[in-house]
């Protein structure tokens, strides 16, 4: 191995180390809370909360892929401001997937994921981040509210959020919200993919009953996160 060949990483290996350094990153955004500058010992469950879930999430994601279309990516993401970040990431390896990976953001408000985030905040939560992103973006103001209802509107109706071209045209999704064990964060867990090769139909007909049982397998027995 000449010298070039051993200073230069191959596009894989960076990507490798990318998402190594990326998951370390956000275990280490997982200890504090909103408003939080500092940590202390006591906040420590945090990090293993969020390393346990990413973990017991895993053979979710895979199951929730076991359907009758290759083409859908499952994944489970938690909030950083008004974005929904992904941290587990799992999809057939023949599907004609969107590139969707650990580490990609989503809207809050606009994705299948974030809406479900939204709907498992506390409404206090809710409404705090309902105003930043209304103090963030006053031109999107209209959409905005529209999609904040909508996202109550769907859990209400499916116990569940949908995301059918709302984010983008070329994107459909289905999420729910996921408790943590010690019932003090929410994360989000969702199905979904190309609009030309999953459709809103097949979603709620054949996934959301599997989207519904996985968070329930995946949050506190003594949270109930049913609503149909």
């Not at 929904?84 to 580490?103: C, F, H, I, K, P």
């Not at 064990?181 to 007909?205: A, K, T």
């Amino acid at each position: 191995m000449n010298d070039d060949e051993f200073k230069t990483l191959t596009e894989a290996e960076s990507d490798r180390r990318f998402v190594t350094a990326l998951a370390r990153g956000l275990d280490v955004l997982r200890c504090f809370r909103p408003h939080e500058t500092t940590l202390t010992n006591k906040l420590g469950y945090g990090v293993l909360a969020g390393i346990e879930i990413a973990e017991r999430a895993k053979d979710e994601l895979r199951a929730l892929c076991d359907g009758p279309n290759i083409h859908v990516t499952a994944a489970l993401a938690e909030p950083f401001q008004r974005s929904a970040v992904y941290t587990s990431v799992y999809r057939d390896e023949q599907s004609v997937a969107l590139s969707m990976n650990v580490g990609a953001r989503l809207p809050l408000f606009h994705s299948a994921v974030g809406r479900a985030i939204l709907v498992g905040m506390g409404e206090a939560a809710r409404e705090e981040n309902l105003q930043l992103a209304l103090a963030e973006r006053p031109e999107e103001r209209d959409r905005i509210l529209r999609s904040h209802d909508q996202a109550l509107e769907d859990y209400e109706k499916y116990g569940l959020c949908t995301g059918f071209g709302s984010w983008r045209k070329d994107v459909h999704g289905i999420g729910v919200p996921v408790i943590s064990l010690n019932g003090d964060r929410v994360y989000g867990l969702n199905i979904g993919g190309s609009s030309f090769l999953v459709s809103p139909e097949e979603l709620m007909e054949h996934y959301a009953e599997p989207l519904k049982r996985a968070a329930i397998a995946l949050s506190p027995e003594s949270v109930d996160l049913a609503r149909a």
